[in-house]
Each structure stands twice: as structure tokens, then as C-alpha cells.
């Protein structure tokens, strides 16, 4: 195998983990606009913001499901289970991002 196709799995958990830091960096009162957001864009910024975190949840989860069956399934290489282990991975990040942003209350103070 080459070089870059050994490196290049890695990336999706390192992006599904920026996608899960960057959605819940942004609390629920500044999506809805009750909380005041100094800067240039505002609501419209942390918006924004929590798109492009969900944006690397998905694709790090799709480019692991890539690595899964275009690499494990399709071509049949035995044993399968790191390819398992990619995809688990990733979507037990994407899981945790969703949990975390939409599972708990916040606390006004």
C-alpha cells in the first residue's frame, strides 16, 4: 500500500472530533438568539459555526462508512475488523456529538 492510503484513516476521527468539540462549543441560547453574541455575525456567526461542526460529523462518518465498504466489504479482505473499528469509531463520536448537544439542559445563570 501506499503511503497516503496507510495516513489518510486517521482523519476521520480527528475531523469527527473537531465536528464534536465545534457543535458544542455554541450553547442552545445563542442558536435561538436569546443570549447576546458579540461580534460580527452574531446568531447568524454561531449558526454558521454549528453547520460546518455537523458538516465534519457527517463527513467524517461518511468517509469512515467509505473506508468500511469500499476497502473491507467490497473487496472482501479478511480480517474485516478494522474497517469495523473506523466506522465504530466514528460513530461513536457523531453519537456522542448528538448527545451532548441535544440530551442535556442548560442551566440559565
Known amino acids: 500500500k501506499q503511503w497516503y492510503q496507510r495516513r489518510v484513516r486517521g482523519t476521520c476521527g480527528v475531523f469527527g472530533t473537531l465536528g464534536l468539540m465545534m457543535v458544542n462549543a455554541v450553547s442552545n ?3 435561538r438568539g436569546d443570549a447576546y453574541v458579540p461580534g460580527a455575525l ?3 456567526g454561531t449558526r454558521i459555526w ?3 461542526g455537523f458538516l465534519c460529523s457527517f463527513g467524517a462518518l461518511i468517509g469512515a462508512s467509505f473506508i468500511l465498504f469500499g476497502e473491507y466489504v467490497y473487496q472482501k479482505k479478511h480480517p474485516s475488523y478494522p474497517g469495523t473499528g473506523f466506522f465504530m469509531q466514528n460513530l461513536l463520536i457523531f453519537m456522542a456529538t448528538i448527545i451532548f448537544k441535544f440530551g442535556r439542559a442548560e442551566d440559565a445563570y
Do not use: R
Open 29 to 31: 441560547s445563542q442558536l
Open 42 to 44: 452574531g446568531t447568524a
Open 50 to 52: 454549528m453547520v460546518i
